[in-house]
């Protein structure tokens, strides 16, 4: 089957989701994401909502993803302070971001293009990014790959990666481990263990090294045992489509 | 009781807000575009009020509303958006031009200023803004080290906002607030909000007794020790929603972020749905009775706003 860019985008991000893990998770293509996951290989997954909604078992999966008050079936329902509390208290095992700027270290800027002062761009800011991604036991960041994302450096540090490199985030004081892994309609990327900056693990079918260098304005390293993205399979693309996703709201 | 010495605090929204000097601090409760005090947002640009320092851990509506109108000078929050919607247009222009200073914070580093204040502390000890711009940028964060076991913090400096406007379901005139039990958990962090401020208005849905509030106890988030003013507002939260009250107006929305593009058309905005309008009564009148009670039921024109 054919799969658009959202799915591929979808499926490699619920890859990240393994059974049992605690998940914060917002709205979106990430939520759709770990429905998918709940759905196939990780029945057991919590999700927790920022809303304070802790680990809801809908009936339907559709209904889930649409309505915010998935209080029938949840194991606790608390508010924004409790699911907070439990970011803080490290009892959330991944969180899931986006970003308008992120850098080799996976350091996201979602506050200000240009100077602070006088931005070019002014965005809204961390809301809860910075929080999951200091606290979160390690996040993922799922954005569109291009050069504008893509940067050198980041404009402004609103939510933390790697920081600096290794050994920077235990420096600076910050509980969480940082980010595991980047994905983006191009490819699938990790962080090196020993330099912490970002390296090609896949692309995805019909893309090439080159296409994905051209996309990002700083330096890639590539794992030498460098693949293609597992494309999302029959089974997978049915579940979204069908039974996730029918009206096409997310994807 | 007779001769009783509880004051009654209810007033109008004119009277309520009438006391506000300009350059004033003012934190504003709710979440994104949700039970943000819109009445009361509105009555500030009604009396033009002007060089307002606005504190917040979480907005949209609200601070775009005020930023568009003048009012702010300066923001202090984690979060200025317009939801699904997408960008918040009024505070992109008057940030980007220099006219209004902003101050950031991570979600739960906005939450401790009010926090730290509400339980006597100057400052809360965080670890989220650590490494980031966000200590750059933000005098109110600084770096410390636990005397216990040298762990390294940002102290979160508490603030004590000159005024705090809230809106909640229900009030009796001597300042005990209540929300319903149907809520969407958001309001756990306007009771910080509340403590913290030197001046606290909220206006509600619907005034009770003092004897409903006493028959439901454990709905009482904001004790009148804390609550200044008490304003009677009903769909004082419109075009945002108030939980299981009423929905967004997503027709309104829609028209208010169309309509911050530009300037211009931002203030043919105002003056059609705020300065042209007397008050909050006029206000509803114009909104009219069967698009307030109907705006929730209407079907999402908003992608994904059901999740906002």
Redesign the interface.
Known sequence: MSFSKDEIMTVATSRYIADGDTVFIG??LP?VAAYLAKATHAPNVALMFE???LDPRPRSIAKA?????LVSTARR??????S?LML?GGRVDLGVLGCAQVDRFGNINT??IGS?????????????A??IA??AKHHLIVTRHNRRTFVESVD?????GH?TGPG??QR????GGGPIGVVTDLGVFGFDARTCEMVVESVHPGVSLDDVRAATAFELAVKPDLSETKPPSDSELDILRTRIDPEG??L | MPGSRIPERLVSAQEAISVIPDGASVAIGGHTLRRHPMALVRELIRQRKRGLHLLGWNNGIDFDMLIGAGVAAKIETSYVGMGPLGLARNLRRHVESGAVETVDHSETTAIDMFRATALGVDFLPNRTPLGTDLMTYNDGLVEITSPFTGQTYAAVRGVEPDFVLLHAHSADVHGNVQLDEANWGDNTVDPFIGRAGKHVIVSVEEIVSTEHIRANPRRTFLPREYVTRVVHAPFGAHPCCADARYGYDQDELRRYYEASKTQETFEEYLADRVTSVGDHWEYLDKVGVANLLTSATHTSNVKGADTA
Not at chain 1, 156 to 160: D, E, G, S
């Open positions: 709205t979106g939520m809303s304070g909604v993803v649409g309505d915010p008050r329902v608390s508010g924004m302070m409790d907070l803080q506050t200000a602070y002062e006088r931005p070019s761009t002014r965005l809204p800011g961390s809301g809860g910075n929080d200091s606290c402004y540090l609103t939510t933390p920081l920077a985030r600076a004081g910050l509980p709201v997310y």
